[in-house]
Structures are given as C-alpha cells and as structure tokens.
C-alpha cells in the first residue's frame, strides 16, 4: 500500500486525467463517470449491530443491520486488498460548530474522489491536521474492492458498512461520491440527537436583516436551486445542525444538479459549476470538453461537487443564528397543492414525517433499491425528507423539530415545485422556477402571511388568495384544472396515500 498525502487540486486533477479515465473539462474542472451506479445503493447500506446501537437504531429496510463478526472478516478481506494500492489521504472535518462538529481521516483509492472531499468537507487547519482527536472518525472508500456477496450475505457484490463503535466507515465497490458524504452524514444524524441537537437534510440561506430560512425537500425538488439566491447569502446546500446557538453547515461544498442547468435559470451554481477545480459527474462532454448539461445519456443524476468559496453569496462563518422560517419542498406529482401554503405545527410534524414529493428519474432516496433511472414520474414518501440519513426512527427528529419551532418561533411553510393544472400524465404542467422564487420572495417579505387567505379542503391548508406577480389559477390550484371533478377525486387520491404513509406515526412522541 502507498499512501499519498497533500496533494494540490491541480495535483488531483492531473492524476485522475491520468490515471482513472477523468475528463479535463474546458473551464478547468473535470468530468468523470461512475459507471452503472449513478446514485447511491441504499440496498448495500449497512450499520454494525452490537451493544451501542442495538437498542437505538431503527432497525429495518432502511437502517440493516450487519454483525460484527462479518466486518471482521470484510476488514481482513480489506487489509489483503490494501497492500496492492495507492491511497490518497486526507483529514476533514464535517460540522462547522465546533462543539458538534467532528474530524474524519478520510483515505480513497481514487484521487477524483479525494478531489471531492477537498470540496464538500471542511478543510483543517495545519494545526488541526497536526492534533490527533480522540472522537474522530475514519473514512475508507475502496470502489475496485468487490466482495463476495454469498461470503459476506449481501445484497450484491458491494457494500458501505458504517461501525459506531469503532467509528469508521468502509465502502467497497461504490464509485458515487455521494455515498461518502451521506455516510458522515448519517453519522451526524446518530450522534447529534443525543446532544439535543436536531440534524436536518436541508438547505439554508440567510437575509440582510439576518433572518435565516430552512429547505427541506428531497432530491428533485429544487432545495439548492432555490437556496441559492443572488438576493441572500448561502449557508449550505443540503445538510445542517440545528443548536441552541443556531444553524451550523456540515459541509464546506455543495452538490449540486446539473440535469437542464442553465446560466438563465440558475445563475448562481451555473456560475460556481464552471470554475475551475470542480468535480463533475457522469456529465457529457464534447470533444473540446465543453459540458452538455441537457445529455442524460449516462445518468439523469448528473452532479458537481464544489467548494462554497466558488460562490460569490455565501456566509463565510458557514452558519448563522436560529431559524424563522421553515420551507418543505415538494414536487407534487398529482398536481393538486398549491404552490404556497401556511403550516400549523400539527401540519408540520404531518408533512415533515411523510417527505411527499415526486420520484424524479433517479434522484429520490428509495428506501430498498439503488437510485435508477425510472420510465415515469412516481409518488413517494420519505421521512423526515431523507429517510435513508437517519438511523433513529423519524418520530425523534420531528419531536426535535417542533421542539426548536416553538422554542424560536419560526412560521412554516408548504411550497410545490411541481405539477398543476393536472397530473404529469393528464396535461398537468410543472411550476416554473420563477414562479418558485417569486413565491419564496412572498415568503421572506412577510407578503404570504399578511395576504387574504382561503381553506384547501381535504388538507384544510391556509393558503393565500393573491400575491403580486401569481396568477390566482396557480394559488388556487382548482382553479387551474379544466375537469373539476378529476381534480376532486385527485386531491382524495393523494390525501389516502398521504393519510396512508403518516398512520404509522400517529402514537405518541418518543
């Protein structure tokens, strides 16, 4: 085994084009392929089951559990492995508070993929890479190690293997970068509750008069679009703490969509993805290496990994004070909601522990099977809005939620980035991402809470009767169905299958 330590980026890059079949694209970034996982394999995802987390995981399709006595046997099988490859090394930190955050040694087979950690986790100090933690985690990801599935009882011939006792994480046969984010973020998700600190799959952005707002929403539904505004700055993309001091970023980068990204539409990231240094993935390039972002000939889950120093808004501390408004995304497949509705704390918890949204392609977190490209558009549910993060039940982290929106008194908010007018397969049509901003402009003016509002029946929603700039056909979403009747009976239709997924979350909080 040789270990590579400090590299530069420009290092990284040249040893990837080299060597691991990168693409250098023509703005200095490059382009690489995962091959036939474009998304992450929640069907090979494990976590040791020993005395610590034996009574505190949510054990299940979700969450499976793995003896140790088999990762003993996979860390032999790792070990042979390792003494024929390079590694490159690095040492991170994921939590931008100090008091919650924590260090990971990170060593990776591949330098592209040690390239992405430079980006999406907070780089240490010299100082901080010179002082041993006695709470710090180890990461090492090995995508040309494949197990044997029957030896090992997989579910194929890879596997992530995630150990709390031990803190490490191991990853075998997976080439998705994200598997290794997710992972310290999964991580974070067990620890921080523990600490009263409330982990969040969301984005965050903060006004000029400091007021920060929180997006949840799944893959899809435009949670870094949206959280990247050129009228506020950004904390992060994706992953945060809520503490009694505020919000804190995870992570020192973003991940971003690329999938129909244009400078139009989303001037921001289209400006940070064509910087120099950035990762992408199983983006198209031509033969100049300009990126196609409309080719989704290798994956409809095209990516770019970047540092948040490529944006020009982004609040340097990577964390702000408590929150005041809280944002659910979601892309309504049957094109029933509205594009804004005002949430009780009772719809909160509702809607925060089913994560409706559409499943876009392979951007949703399916609870079984890996992320794959889908022919159609389909209804899903995820709690919590990342159900395949969180290894303690979602009941523990919506109680953490309410519990922090009444200690702080943020409004909540319901806003579809999806269909209306019908469904995506009866003539229904797709909110614009205008239309999106424009409502969230609404929200941080206080223009929704003060505007004239009405009753959605079956969800009794409040939702506004006008704002400035909306048609009242989007705000009303009846309004904009030609057949009133088939809007009645989809609204019914999506309210069993939502009323469905929650019956098993109406007990008692825990």
Known sequence: MVKKLS????????????????????????????????GRSMADRFIVKDEVTRDTVDWGKVNQPYSPALMALAWKEVEAYTDSVTLFSGRYRVGADSSHGIDVSVETELAWHQLFLH?????LTEADCDTESDTGWSLLCLPGLNLDQKRFELNSDSGLFIDFTNRRILICGLYYAGEMKKSMFSVLNYLLPQKGVLPMHCASNVGEDGDVSLFFGLSGTGK?????????????????????????????????????????????????????????????????????????????????????????NCVLSNK????????????????????????????????????????????????????TSLPSIQPTFSACFGRAFFPLSPRVYAGLLLSRMQKSGAKAYLVNTGWYGGTNLSGGRRFDIEVSRKILDHIHSGVVDEAPSTQLPVFNLKIPKCLPEIPTRFLVPQRSWLDAGAYQQTLQDLARACDHEYRQYETVLV
């Open 7 to 38: 590299w530069t980026v420009s290092e990284l890059i040249d040893y990837a084009c080299t060597h691991e079949g990168a693409r250098k694209t023509q703005t200095g970034g490059i382009s690489v392929a995962t091959g036939h996982r474009t």
């Open 119 to 123: 980006h999406l986790f907070i780089n």
């Open 224 to 312: 870094t679009s949206l959280s990247c505004d050129i009228n506020r700055q950004l904390i992060g993309d994706d992953e945060h703490g809520w503490s009694d001091e505020g919000v804190f970023n995870f992570e020192g980068g973003c991940y971003a969509k690329c999938f129909n990204l244009t400078q139009e539409k989303e001037p921001v990231i289209w400006d940070a993805v064509n910087k120099p240094g950035v990762v992408l993935e199983n983006v198209v390039l031509d033969a100049e290496g300009k990126a196609d972002f409309m080719d989704t000939s290798l994956s409809k889950n095209t990516r770019a990994a970047y540092d948040r120093s490529m944006l020009e």
């Open 320 to 371: 702000a004070g408590s929150p005041s408004r809280i944002i659910f995304l979601t892309c309504d497949f049957y094109g029933v909601l509205p594009p804004v509705s005002m949430l009780s704390l009772e719809q909160v918890r509702y809607w925060f522990l089913i994560g409706y949204t559409a499943m876009i392609g392979n951007t949703v977190h399916s609870t079984v099977d890996q992320e």
